[in-house]
């Protein structure tokens, strides 16, 4: 059984910094695309940035020049650095993974890490 785990989150003051980070575990062939949504109270779940396994990169634009997508395919894991934390990025951010797990091929989500940007 293949699951997502996510953790970084907190409390941070607006202009500051978090990176998030999402490990995939259990019996995995190849991850190809890794991506990260959030959800804020009240509003449907968007995303914010995607990756695929050869590293290649897509924004939001709310997030463009603050967020960095990344990923390490060897251990399966990838961030999201978080710079310049405005108060609306508060949100509940979900990692998600497109995993062959070598019975399947499906789409994993994370339980969701909480981001709260507040003085």
């Known amino acids: 059984q293949v699951q997502l785990v996510e953790s970084g989150g907190g409390l941070v003051q607006p202009g500051g910094s978090l990176t998030l980070s999402c490990a995939a575990y259990?019996?995995?062939?190849?991850?190809?695309?890794m991506r990260w949504y959030r959800q804020a109270p009240g509003k449907e779940r968007e995303m914010v940035a995607t990756i695929t396994h050869g590293g290649s990169t897509n924004y939001a634009d709310f997030v463009k020049g603050r967020f960095t997508i990344s990923r390490d395919n060897a251990k399966n894991t990838v961030h999201l650095q978080m710079n310049n934390l405005k108060p609306e990025d508060t949100a509940v951010y979900y990692c998600g993974a497109d995993i062959d797990s070598y019975n399947d091929y499906l789409d994993y989500w994370g339980q969701g890490t909480q981001v709260t940007v507040s003085s």
């Open positions: 259990g019996i995995i062939a190849r991850i190809t695309a």
